[in-house]
């Protein structure tokens, strides 16, 4: 049973434009998102997180959107370059501590941009 | 980088053989995961630590064992591998709350 979910196993941009990658979640007891790039043959590294308080977190090219009710967040990349181009995974996990806290992953969407 | 390390990084075993990955972090972090990674399946956890000798299943946790004898180490044991445990192994660190920082992986191939 799936808890994160990213539908779109793959999604490919032009270099400039706008990359939306989504995810849905079904534990509506997360309270905090992340999101991870990976390029092969190297570990996940964090690229951008948001609490369930917010509805929105920008860091740079990235903004990542949460709309709890819809129990969905989703990454955008403005101007997507070609640098980008990587797996992208959605984690969700429960902030309480002690034995909860554990990061719960989606299967990941191959984002490729093309110059 | 996070200071986090796994080995061995390439490993071929045969199958039915014990097999023990290492994982040594320098940032006194609390929590440590291990997560395989198998096209289709994205990342899953295999089994967390949230303190010392405090360890407790995830989602793939058969054929697996664990120990946590100090902050820093965090050992994944495959007790008998099997073909279905050829995989890329991660492991990662984490505060209580905050991003976690993930090893560059290890890839296993049981034969």
């Known amino acids: 049973d799936q808890q994160v979910k990213q539908n779109s196993p793959s999604l490919s941009v032009q270099e400039g434009r706008i990359s939306i990658l989504n995810c849905d979640y079904t534990?509506?007891?997360?309270?905090?998102f992340l999101w991870y790039k990976k390029y092969p043959a190297e570990g996940p590294t964090f690229l951008i997180s948001?609490?369930?308080?917010?509805d929105k977190n920008e860091d740079g090219r990235f903004t990542v959107f949460l709309n709890k009710s819809a129990k969905h967040l989703s990454l955008h990349i403005v101007p997507s370059q070609p640098g980008d181009s990587a797996v992208y995974f959605c984690a969700a996990s429960l902030s309480g501590g002690g034995s909860n806290y554990k990061l719960t992953f989606g299967k990941g969407t191959l984002l490729t941009v093309n110059p | 980088d996070a200071g986090i390390t796994q080995s061995p990084r390439h490993k071929v075993t045969e199958t039915g053989t014990p097999v023990t990955l290492r994982c040594h972090q320098t940032?006194?972090?609390?929590?440590m995961y291990w997560y395989r990674q198998d096209p289709g399946h994205g990342l899953r956890l295999i089994h967390y630590?949230?303190?010392?000798?405090?360890?407790d299943k995830g989602e793939v946790s058969d054929g697996y064992s664990v120990s946590r004898s100090k902050t820093e180490d965090f050992l994944l044991t495959l007790e008998s591998a099997t073909s279905s445990q050829t995989s890329v192994y991660f492991c990662a660190i984490s505060d209580q709350k905050g991003e976690a920082f993930f090893g560059q992986g290890t890839r296993l191939t049981v034969v």
């Open positions: 534990n509506s007891m997360f309270d905090y």
């Open positions: 630590s949230y303190g010392v000798k405090d360890t």
């Open positions: 948001i609490s369930s308080i917010k």
């Open positions: 940032e006194n972090h609390r929590y």
